[in-house]
């Protein structure tokens, strides 16, 4: 991890150029530490280590340009501004540049001052406190934003008679205390206050920590608390006492009385989340959660125990975390194992990992803010699928060569004169990383991804199968021209469209009619546009979970 100092990154192919940026932004050390990058994918690693506010990219470079930066930016780390500069501007560049919300556009040579004032005027902007009473803004909401940011500050934060204070350190909460409670109910606690006023505080030195899970579940825990506690209220007419309501849990060993196929394992180190997970699960006469575990260990005794058919396993927990405890149960215990976790930009990288070691399919916590009823439906159509799954086929992925130092240059690929459409799913991301992995250097066709995923997943599966690869792997997020030589990935999930216009081909992204658009046709109907459009030969290859019930598309390109 790089130190707490506040970061600006500079990315420039040209060694001159990014000396001479880099000497002259050090006259504000004491302001901002700098960091350098020669490339776009050297500073895409940057980000994940050091805490960086703000990204000075050319555009033009090898690999990746600074635009494909700037659009991994925005798709991992949106709370970074990004300044943008070339010596060949273009409408096109611009354009482009506005799309992605860079915070500003230079031509070069660059004005030192300038960019200097430009700096000075973000780090103002980034140290600004703020003090009011919360009206028409939830409390949560505010120390989402103050997460969000990547900021320290301490709220402090009043109630009538009450008061607490919750410490944030780098964007991420360390610390509450309400009245005699401390750490997680504390904070909980404080949440839970419908109304009332906050201001910043000078942060205490040294800062206590008694706090350490991040932030996103911090939230999402003290959202379903509140849920929870208002239903009951509503239910009894009695308010809740809330050091009551907090030390409620589940009992591991409550089990649904049905006759059921499908016997559920729930490993949650949340005693809430374990019951709304059961509630989730048991209106379906279908699934039975035979038990709960609230950790790996307990989890591995329970599955020799209970013998389930799918286990769901939460990533951050006390004693043994989801990643040891999913290496064991491939190793020793194989069974179809589903992801449940919040599904945010640092947890990312870390569920490809999982998917990779084995883990089925993944699925996002449910959250109050979407429709119950849709999330109800999405994880117990999860659990269907990864039942049906043979154990005898699972396997753990090996760990594959990071090859990004010898990936092929985007500017020298050939128009698109073949093509191969790959089709993956639940289950599939082993092979798909496998695949991929192998494909050649020389190879002159292009290759079209599509996995079912969540739209934000996309950005982050190309990064992960590029670093994994001699090929150059980009996203479709929105319309792309294909190019000979490159795998482009996208997700099932999306209405794409392949079109001719001259020599080339390009995919464009339609947005979806409805919520009930059903992914079997979305890939039908693309197939149906290829089989229009694309005159060379194609290929097309599916995977385990490939999403084809409707087969009209297929019968089309086998015509």
Same mark, same amino acid.
């Given at each position: 991890?790089?130190?707490?100092?506040?970061?600006?990154?500079?990315?420039?192919?040209?060694?001159?150029?990014?000396?001479?940026?880099?000497?002259?932004?050090?006259? &504000?050390?004491?302001?901002?530490?700098?960091?350098?990058?020669?490339?776009?994918?050297?500073?895409?690693?940057?980000?994940?280590?050091?805490?960086?506010?703000?990204?000075?990219?050319?555009?033009?470079?090898?690999?990746?340009?600074?635009?494909?930066? @700037?659009?991994?930016?925005?798709?991992?780390?949106?709370?970074?501004?990004?300044?943008?500069?070339?010596?060949?501007?273009?409408?096109?560049?611009?354009?482009?540049?506005?799309?992605? #919300?860079?915070?500003?556009?230079?031509?070069?040579?660059?004005?030192?001052?300038?960019?200097?004032?430009?700096?000075?005027?973000?780090?103002?902007?980034?140290?600004?406190?703020?003090?009011?009473?919360?009206?028409?803004?939830?409390?949560?909401?505010?120390?989402?934003?103050?997460?969000?940011?990547?900021?320290?500050?301490?709220?402090?934060?009043?109630?009538?008679?009450?008061?607490?204070?919750?410490?944030?350190?780098?964007?991420?909460?360390?610390?509450?205390?309400?009245?005699?409670?401390?750490?997680?109910?504390?904070?909980?606690?404080?949440?839970?206050?419908?109304?009332?006023?906050?201001?910043?505080?000078?942060?205490?030195?040294?800062?206590?920590?008694?706090?350490?899970?991040?932030?996103?579940?911090?939230?999402?825990?003290?959202?379903?608390?509140?849920?929870?506690?208002?239903?009951?209220?509503?239910?009894?007419?009695?308010?809740?006492?809330?050091?009551?309501?907090?030390?409620?849990?589940?009992?591991?060993?409550?089990?649904?009385?049905?006759?059921?196929?499908?016997?559920?394992?729930?490993?949650?180190? =949340?005693?809430?989340?374990?019951?709304?997970?059961?509630?989730?699960?048991?209106?379906?006469?279908?699934?039975?959660?035979?038990?709960?575990?609230? #950790?790996?260990?307990?989890?591995?005794?329970?599955?020799?125990?209970?013998?389930?058919?799918?286990?769901?396993? &939460?990533?951050?927990?006390?004693?043994?975390?989801?990643?040891?405890?999913?290496?064991?149960?491939?190793?020793?215990?194989?069974?179809?194992?589903?992801?449940?976790?919040?599904?945010?930009?640092?947890?990312?990288? #870390?569920?490809?990992?999982?998917?990779?070691?084995?883990?089925?399919?993944?699925?996002?916590?449910?959250?109050?803010?979407?429709?119950?009823?849709?999330?109800?439906?999405?994880?117990?159509?999860?659990?269907?699928?990864?039942?049906?799954?043979?154990?005898?086929?699972?396997?753990?992925?090996?760990?594959?060569?990071?090859?990004?130092?010898?990936?092929? #240059?985007?500017?020298?690929?050939?128009?698109?004169?073949?093509?191969?459409?790959?089709?993956?799913?639940?289950?599939?991301?082993?092979?798909?990383?496998?695949?991929?992995?192998?494909?050649?250097?020389?190879?002159?066709?292009?290759?079209?991804?599509?996995?079912?995923?969540?739209?934000?997943?996309?950005?982050?599966?190309?990064?992960?199968?590029?670093?994994?690869?001699?090929?150059?792997?980009?996203?479709?997020?929105?319309?792309?021209?294909?190019?000979?030589?490159?795998?482009?990935?996208?997700?099932?999930?999306?209405?794409?469209?392949?079109?001719?216009?001259?020599?080339?081909?390009?995919?464009?992204?339609?947005?979806?009619? =409805?919520?009930?658009?059903?992914?079997?046709?979305?890939?039908?109907?693309? @197939?149906?546009?290829?089989?229009?459009?694309?005159?060379?030969?194609?290929?097309?290859? @599916?995977?385990?979970?490939?999403?084809? &019930?409707?087969?009209?598309?297929?019968?089309?390109?086998?015509?």
């Amino acid at each position: 991890m790089g130190s707490s100092q506040k970061k600006v990154l500079i990315v420039d192919d040209e060694p001159v150029i990014l000396d001479m940026l880099a000497q002259s932004l050090a006259v &504000d050390h004491e302001r901002y530490g700098v960091v350098t990058a020669r490339n776009g994918q050297e500073g895409f690693e940057i980000l994940s280590r050091e805490n960086v506010f703000l990204v000075i990219s050319d555009i033009v470079m090898p690999e990746i340009s600074g635009l494909h930066l @700037l659009a991994q930016i925005r798709a991992n780390y949106p709370q970074i501004e990004v300044i943008l500069m070339t010596g060949y501007p273009t409408g096109e560049i611009k354009r482009q540049g506005r799309q992605g #919300n860079c915070l500003h556009f230079l031509e070069k040579p660059i004005k030192l001052r300038h960019l200097l004032e430009m700096i000075r005027e973000q780090i103002a902007i980034n140290d600004q406190g703020f003090a009011g009473t919360l009206k028409n803004i939830q409390l949560m909401d505010l120390i989402q934003m103050c997460c969000y940011s990547g900021i320290t500050m301490a709220v402090s934060v009043m109630k009538g008679s009450q008061q607490g204070t919750i410490n944030i350190k780098d964007g991420e909460i360390v610390h509450a205390v309400c009245g005699n409670m401390t750490g997680e109910n504390a904070f909980y606690n404080i949440l839970g206050w419908q109304s009332g006023s906050f201001e910043t505080i000078k942060i205490p030195s040294p800062m206590e920590h008694s706090i350490d899970k991040n932030y996103n579940y911090l939230l999402l825990e003290a959202a379903r608390l509140s849920d929870l506690k208002t239903e009951e209220e509503k239910l009894t007419g009695e308010q809740i006492c809330w050091d009551d309501y907090l030390e409620e849990s589940v009992d591991p060993d409550e089990q649904s009385e049905l006759n059921s196929s499908m016997r559920v394992l729930i490993v949650d180190d =949340s005693p809430t989340m374990c019951k709304i997970l059961t509630k989730i699960l048991t209106v379906k006469e279908e699934i039975e959660v035979v038990g709960t575990a609230q #950790n790996g260990e307990e989890a591995l005794e329970r599955i020799d125990e209970l013998k389930p058919d799918v286990v769901t396993l &939460d990533v951050n927990m006390p004693i043994m975390d989801g990643s040891s405890t999913l290496k064991h149960i491939m190793i020793k215990k194989p069974c179809p194992v589903i992801i449940i976790s919040s599904i945010g930009n640092r947890s990312q990288k #870390n569920i490809l990992d999982f998917l990779h070691l084995g883990a089925v399919d993944f699925v996002s916590k449910p959250e109050k803010v979407e429709d119950m009823v849709v999330q109800q439906q999405k994880i117990i159509e999860k659990i269907r699928t990864a039942a049906t799954a043979k154990i005898g086929n699972f396997k753990r992925g090996k760990d594959l060569k990071v090859m990004a130092q010898v990936q092929n #240059n985007v500017k020298n690929q050939l128009p698109c004169k073949r093509l191969v459409v790959i089709n993956s799913g639940a289950g599939g991301f082993t092979e798909l990383v496998n695949t991929i992995h192998l494909l050649p250097s020389d190879m002159d066709a292009s290759i079209l991804v599509l996995h079912e995923m969540p739209p934000e997943f996309v950005s982050p599966l190309s990064c992960y199968l590029n670093d994994r690869t001699v090929v150059t792997v980009l996203p479709i997020q929105e319309d792309v021209h294909l190019l000979g030589g490159i795998c482009y990935i996208g997700t099932t999930g999306a209405r794409l469209k392949l079109n001719a216009a001259l020599d080339s081909y390009a995919v464009s992204v339609e947005a979806t009619k =409805s919520a009930d658009d059903r992914v079997d046709y979305h890939f039908s109907d693309f @197939l149906h546009s290829v089989y229009n459009s694309f005159d060379g030969p194609i290929k097309v290859v @599916l995977l385990s979970g490939a999403m084809v &019930d409707n087969l009209d598309g297929l019968r089309c390109i086998k015509e």
